[in-house]
């Protein structure tokens, strides 16, 4: 690339060997230069003068009047078979003479018609340079007809390289069309389809040729909307032309493309979501039942949307064993790529948990954003969190999720101490972005510590009032908090969202008999809580082991409440609370459908149902909340009497009365 041409003709700059080195200095200051960038002919380059220096006579800074320059630019034109703009050529390029380099470099100059595919001398000399070579050459152009890149495979194939990312805006193709060769008389093959639809080409046409070396036909294939066909998607992303004689070769290129994306754009589904943040295409792998599957995909949904996250379309595959590269099979993994670009996705979300490996041959391989569940669930709690415990706690759960997706490193030299062959590398930027999440996650451990004395020494306060407490716990999204207001008569923000409050609520609350106890609100429970929330959450969590009574609210009218049921008591047996003092409350009744369903939970839970909503129950609820708190008091006085009467047996039986030995 030539970024400055100076030197000049000398009635151009108006100097001569008479004015002297002075004059000639001065002239050298004011000569204007010439940009060039890749790509360009010698008539698209951007003339401007050089700034002169500070009180130079004549100063003048900006774009100076072409006339002016008329001169200087002709003799340009006149140097240019010596100062040629050199051009990038990619791919296979290793093992060409310096002959046959040149003639791609000079495939740049070719401009081609908008109308047309490619120009005649373009495919003329890019089917002689590919039959000479004995490889594939594929040439990019734009819109404008300009040649953007020139591409050299193999006889084969051709590998393409980085373009960037694959659509500027929704319903739009790139504005790139790819022309390129074949030896052996084949037309589009996969990899050329799935270029296509990967990379969002206006079209991908291939060249067969003759044996000496001229155009034969061509093949053309183009990206098809998606459409609704009798009630199952029609995901087939392309459509390839019957073959043509080059010479016969007739289509309006840059027309049939206005064409195609004005039908991809009423193709084109209306947003879901409102403000989307992202369009998303859920994945699910694993060898769960079908039923067990799309109830696993309908959580993520929820979870999408609770992140603003529009769900475009889901995946399911079953696999007993999990690809340990890509997660889904190679083919899989392609008609994944091809139906999310087909449904203009941004990114990729899985289900299960990836590997940082995982998740980079992903990303690679689609050229989407893949992220996971738990990194889905990181973002709705990031977003959510409200208090400073709540804040601290998500910070550490993402930061120990962070921690091991920074990269990979060789660990042999990375801090070399002294001694022979101690002088290293030193620390690099990598080890030096571990340390601080090491050091920042400790900080934040030492900081929860802390909280977690001070909220002992409020409950010990508590404690010493003999006020009881009862924690509503439950699956998330059931309407804990909206039966809080409910029973309190509280303000605290509820939302038909998963996890739409994570900050702990206390509110003091009578009862009809005249109890007076505290009512307390908790995070709601997930199946497959990330262990980076579940230990971050552990030492809130651990505060139910102080309450009288728990109040496990589920969502009677939701299609999985005994999964829910089951998921909420897991994870009360692993916090050591499945003996604790509990009253199963069946929300919602309000959206029941099934009354035989909430029938049958009753009798096996010893259920109580109602509406927080309508409010339907609620006195019932605080009749039995009032017997059940009694019977956790009386039963935890009763423990208490006993521990203290076997501390004093324990205590007797250590002093033996003395006894005075007999004499016979």
């Known amino acids: 690339m030539i970024s400055d041409v100076t030197g000049g003709h000398g009635s151009a700059i108006g100097s001569s060997a008479a004015q002297g080195g002075h004059a000639r200095a001065s002239a050298r200051r004011h000569r204007p230069s010439v940009q060039a960038n890749a790509g360009q002919t010698i008539d698209q380059v951007e003339v401007t003068r050089r700034a002169p220096g500070p009180g130079a006579p004549g100063s003048r800074r900006g774009r100076i009047d072409a006339a002016r320059v008329g001169p200087y630019l002709a003799w340009t034109r006149r140097c240019a078979r010596w100062f040629r703009l050199p051009d990038t050529l990619f791919g296979h390029t290793t093992g060409l003479a310096p002959l046959e380099l040149r003639a791609l470099e000079r495939l740049y100059r070719r401009k081609t018609p908008t109308e047309e595919l490619a120009s005649a001398e373009l495919v003329t000399q890019l089917a002689a340079i590919s039959s000479r070579i004995g490889r594939q050459v594929g040439v990019l152009v734009d819109r404008a007809g300009t040649t953007t890149h020139v591409v050299v495979g193999d006889d084969h194939g051709i590998d393409l390289p980085d373009i960037g990312r694959a659509r500027a805006s929704a319903g739009r193709l790139r504005g790139l069309r790819f022309v390129h060769t074949h030896l052996k008389g084949e037309g589009l093959t996969n990899d050329d389809l799935q270029d296509l639809a990967r990379l969002g080409f206006d079209l991908v046409a291939a060249l067969t040729l003759t044996p000496d070396g001229r155009p034969a036909q061509v093949h053309v294939g183009h990206v098809v909307p998606a459409r609704e066909r009798e009630g199952a998607r029609d995901v087939r ?148 969190a409200r208090s400073s415990d709540g804040r601290i706690q998500v910070e550490l759960a993402q930061l120990r999720y962070r921690l091991p997706r920074l990269g990979e490193r060789d660990n042999a030299l990375s801090r070399l101490t002294g001694g022979i062959g101690g002088t290293g590398p030193g620390e690099t930027k990598l080890e030096i972005d571990r340390r601080r999440i090491r050091d920042r996650i400790h900080a934040l451990e030492q900081d929860l510590e802390r909280r977690a004395r001070g909220r002992e020494v409020r409950r010990r306060r508590r ?83 102080d309450a009288t009574l728990l109040l496990h609210v589920a969502d009677a ?43 049958a939970l009753q009798r096996q839970r010893d259920a109580l149902g109602l509406s927080a909503k309508t409010r339907e129950g609620l006195g019932d609820l605080m009749a039995r909340m009032e017997l059940d708190v009694g019977r956790a008091l009386e039963a935890e006085a009763k423990r208490d009497t006993e521990a203290r009467q076997a501390e004093r047996e324990a205590a007797d039986g250590e002093f033996e009365p003395w006894q005075p030995e007999l004499k016979n």
């Open 463 to 545: 404690d010493r009032q003999n006020m009881p407490v009862v924690s509503l716990v439950g699956y998330t999204n059931v309407g804990k908090s909206t039966l809080l207001n409910a029973l309190t008569k509280s303000a605290v923000f509820t939302e038909n969202l998963l996890f739409a409050t994570l900050d702990p609520t206390a509110r003091r609350l009578r009862l009809p008999g005249g109890t007076e106890i505290i009512l307390t609100d908790t995070v709601g429970f997930i199946s497959g809580l990330p262990r980076e929330l579940e230990r971050a959450f552990r030492a809130t969590l651990e505060e139910l082991r």
């Open 557 to 599: 009218a939701h299609p999985r409440v005994e999964k829910q049921i089951e998921a909420v008591d897991k994870l009360l047996a692993e916090l050591q609370l499945a003996d604790a003092p509990r009253l199963v409350v069946l929300n919602k009744l309000d959206r029941l459908h099934d009354p035989p369903t909430l029938a």
């Open 237 to 384: 992303p392309h459509e390839v032309l019957a073959p043509v004689a080059w010479s016969l070769f007739d289509m309006k290129v840059a027309t049939f493309v206005r064409a195609l994306e004005v039908e991809i754009a009423r193709e084109r589904p209306p947003a879901g979501i409102v403000n989307a943040r992202e369009r998303a295409l859920l994945v699910h792998v694993g060898p769960e039942s079908t039923a067990d599957a799309e109830d696993i995909l309908a959580e993520l949904a929820e979870l999408s949307r609770t992140a603003l996250v529009e769900v475009v379309g889901t995946v399911l595959q079953r696999r007993r064993q999990i690809d340990p590269r890509h997660v889904l099979g190679e083919g899989k993994l392609g008609d994944v790529m091809i139906d999310a670009l087909q449904r203009e996705a941004t990114m990729v979300v899985f289900s299960r948990e990836l590997t940082p490996s995982q998740q980079r041959s992903i990303a690679k391989k689609t050229e989407l954003k893949v992220i996971d569940r738990t990194q889905l669930i990181l973002d709705i709690f990031a977003r959510r």
